[in-house]
């Protein structure tokens, strides 16, 4: 299975803070169609998780242009340029091109 | 608006199976596929499997075959999942989900 290693585990920010999470995948996810299925989602506390950018770096409908994503084959990021308070809660990477799918283990972002 | 509403929460004995809905509206049912999502207590994410209402084709994480099995109700806009000889490693939320959007999940309780 492919594992995604998110770093950090925690993340200590201040609201205008601008913070990045890697995540790092066992194999490429580049699909042989050219697309690269890695997915970013954001889990408030008691809420189901909220999917923000997918194919690398595309927003979802609705996600605030503060947030980004970058990079390819094996190494992602998310970056959130200006945090808010909204923007609280655990952050995870997703991988649709090789089965089983499988998650990051979820990088917790607080306030500092 | 897309919304995935999901089954009551649900408190089931050892050994017993138990189905959890997923009923879609604001979109065309058969035009999206629908995965499944466990997470356990305070543990990341898990794919069980996905389901393609319009070919009724399901592909499954090995680690839920035998345990989970996927369905879908064109007719209702209804999809199923059921979890059978319960254990307490079942106890969790389990969500459904389309990669934009997911449902508000259902917590499985296994306790005698």
């Known amino acids: 299975d492919v594992v995604l290693t998110q770093t950090p585990p925690t993340l200590l920010a201040t609201i205008g803070q601008s913070v990045s999470i890697s995540c790092r995948s066992s194999?490429?996810?580049?699909?042989?169609?050219?697309?690269?299925?890695l997915n970013w989602l954001l889990q408030r506390t008691g809420q189901s998780p909220q999917p923000l950018i997918y194919?690398?770096?595309k927003l979802e409908s609705g996600v605030p242009n503060r947030f980004s994503g970058s990079g390819s084959g094996t190494d992602f990021t998310l970056k959130i340029s200006g945090v808010e308070a909204e923007d609280l809660g655990v952050y995870y990477c997703?991988?649709?091109?090789?089965?089983?799918?499988?998650f990051g283990g979820g990088t917790k972002l607080e306030l500092k | 608006e897309v919304k995935l509403q999901q089954s009551g929460d649900e408190l089931v004995r050892p050994g017993a199976s138990v189905k959890i809905s997923c009923k879609a509206s604001?979109?065309?049912?058969?035009?999206?596929?629908m995965y499944w999502v466990k997470q356990s207590p305070g543990q990341g994410l898990e794919w069980i499997g996905t389901i393609i209402p319009l070919i009724d084709t399901t592909s499954y994480n090995q680690k839920f075959k035998g345990k989970a099995t996927l369905t879908a109700d064109k007719s209702s806009n209804t999809a199923y999942m059921e979890l059978s000889r319960l254990t307490s490693e079942d106890s969790a939320v389990y969500y459904c989900?389309?990669?934009?959007?997911w449902g508000q999940g259902v917590m499985v309780t296994v306790s005698s």
């Open positions: 604001g979109y065309t049912f058969t035009n999206y596929a």
């Open positions: 194999q490429s996810l580049l699909h042989s169609n050219g697309n690269t299925y």
């Open positions: 989900a389309r990669p934009d959007y």
């Open positions: 194919l690398v770096s």
């Open positions: 997703m991988q649709f091109t090789h089965y089983p799918w499988t």
